[in-house]
């Protein structure tokens, strides 16, 4: 049908996933305090965070990696609702919260100056007017501050004696507080939508200075798209690939799993990953910072007692007593477990606990369940039989299993997405990230294009299957700590004034 070209062998496996679908994930239990996940006391705190400072001395490259692709138009949805309503005044609880709570946000006084401009008077001149409507209008079109069509990262978040702070800058600062090295150098990497790349350049470029000055740094800022390649075909709901007017196929971006091509592009020692949306004002970011700290401090003294096992290893100069510790190592700080390591021969069991050092490693912070909608930590059965830690999406749960949705309700804990990775060997050489994915833990997802139903192939995602094979470290995290913002709305929550 397609030939025997690599491309049409790709898009023969994509059509193949649509009809066979994708297995769900085997859980065990949900992670939870000591079992899984590390409740670090605050005096084991301190020596992390100690740890961390003093890593950061040692000339290494650390990143801020910020996936920022996505447009702010999801967290303006419900005003596009509004917009779009056959009424002209706020009548939902909230539209009623936005307009009571408008003169908190941070650009407002943007808004207010475009309103003035082009309607010729500003907020609350219009409002007492009933036109609403033109306020949102001059918020999200092009008109005005175009905030509908801007990249989330440019959106204006947080206010300030002097100016207000977006979303990036909110990054660039956070940044400065704990990856600045010895040299005053902070390294950040955005991954940004192709169509407006140039765009948020620009924007960053002249906002950040403003941070340099602020913090006494310099920062190295990179970006990256989506790599087109890691698109997936759309398909009808019968499983037929969709074509547009021109009788070509219909690709669509393979989700936020693509982006661990871009994480592997990076020349880096530890790379610290955060969403976009989940900044706080610099009043708040003292626990943020902390943590972070920790998690650093925790990831690379993981790092170097699993280099210290590997040199050994390859030295053959150890005693039966240091496998013994290695074997519990995994087990106990690790969390791989393995119920066949009894009937292992010594040469296989010194194979397998290599094996399994010998792989990107990841600390995660995970804060107690508040209700909010995302993935969570387990404990799962990995392809070799072994049982690990993973982030889990609820989509990846067989729900229709009594045991395994009663899982899924007791668990206690939430991903922030609050993860710092070690991406080097013990010899200084890069893992190649996309050798850890588990393609079997993609997913199948339904859209609509021009008012038509398709099903869209969703890579496994990246802090999900695109890191299943890493080894893996839970740590409990204060909920300050998480402060996303979904929709507009969330910034008139106190952590956002």
């Not at 605050?42 to 040692?58: F, H, L, N, P, S």
């Not at 447009?71 to 779009?84: D, G, N, P, Q």
């Not at 309503?85 to 706020?90: L, N, S, V």
């Not at 292992?344 to 606990?353: C, G, N, P, S, T």
Request: net charge negative; hydrophobic share 40%.
């Amino acid at each position: 049908m397609y030939g025997m070209s690599e491309k049409a062998k790709d898009i023969e496996e994509q059509l193949a996933c649509f009809e066979r679908g994708f297995p769900f994930l085997d859980i065990t239990a949900p992670a939870s305090a000591g079992k899984g996940i590390m409740v670090i006391p605050q005096e084991k705190q301190i020596d992390y965070v100690t740890a961390w400072d003093q890593y950061r001395k040692e000339g290494k490259r650390i990143f801020k990696f910020v996936p920022a692709s996505g447009a702010a138009s999801r967290m303006f949805m419900e005003l596009y609702a509004f917009l779009a309503a056959g009424y002209d005044e706020p009548a939902t609880a909230y539209e009623r919260a936005f307009f009571e709570g408008i003169g908190k946000f941070a650009f407002y006084d943007r808004l207010n100056e475009v309103c003035l401009i082009n309607e010729g008077a500003g907020i609350p001149a219009l409002l007492a007017a009933g036109r609403y409507k033109a306020v949102v209008a001059n918020l999200l079109e092009e008109k005005g501050l175009n905030y509908g069509h801007h990249p989330k990262g440019m959106i204006l978040f947080h206010t300030y004696p002097k100016r207000p702070r977006s979303a990036a800058e909110e990054h660039l600062a956070e940044g400065a507080m704990y990856t600045k090295n010895s040299f005053g150098e902070v390294f950040l990497h955005f991954t940004v939508p192709a169509e407006q790349e140039a765009l948020f350049r620009k924007f960053v470029t002249h906002r950040q200075r403003l941070i340099d000055e602020q913090f006494s740094v310099r920062f190295t800022i990179s970006y990256s798209i989506q790599k087109p390649s890691t698109d997936r075909i759309a398909v009808d709901m019968e499983n037929r690939p969709l074509r547009d007017g021109k009788g070509e196929l219909i690709f669509r971006p393979g989700g936020h799993g693509a982006l661990i091509e871009n994480l592997n592009d990076l020349d880096a020692d530890v790379v610290f990953i955060k969403n976009i949306d989940n900044v706080a004002p610099d009043s708040l970011k003292y626990s943020t910072v902390i943590f972070k700290k920790m998690l650093g401090g925790l990831l690379v003294t993981l790092q170097k007692r699993i280099f210290a096992c590997l040199e050994l290893i390859e030295s053959g100069k150890y005693s039966h007593k240091q496998v013994e510790e290695m074997i519990h190592f995994l087990q106990d700080e690790l969390c791989v477990r393995n119920g066949e390591l009894k009937y292992l021969e010594d040469a296989e069991l010194i194979l397998y606990i290599r094996n399994k050092l010998s792989r990107p490693l990841r600390v995660c912070g995970m804060v107690r369940n508040s209700g909010e909608p995302g993935g969570g930590p387990f404990l799962a059965v990995n392809p070799d039989g072994t049982v690990s830690p993973q982030i889990v999406e609820a989509s990846q749960i067989d729900m229709n299993d009594p045991l395994k949705r009663e899982m899924l309700e007791q668990s206690a804990y939430f991903n922030p997405v609050d993860i710092v990775c070690a991406l080097k060997d013990h010899k200084g050489q890069k893992y190649h990230l996309p050798d850890y994915v588990d393609s079997n833990t993609g997913f199948i997802s339904c859209k609509s294009k021009e008012g038509k139903k398709l099903k869209a192939l969703e890579l496994p995602g990246l802090w999900n299957g695109a890191m299943s094979d890493w080894n893996t470290v839970f740590v409990e995290v204060p909920a300050e700590t998480f402060s996303p913002v979904k929709t507009v709305n969330d910034l008139l929550r106190p952590e956002h004034q």
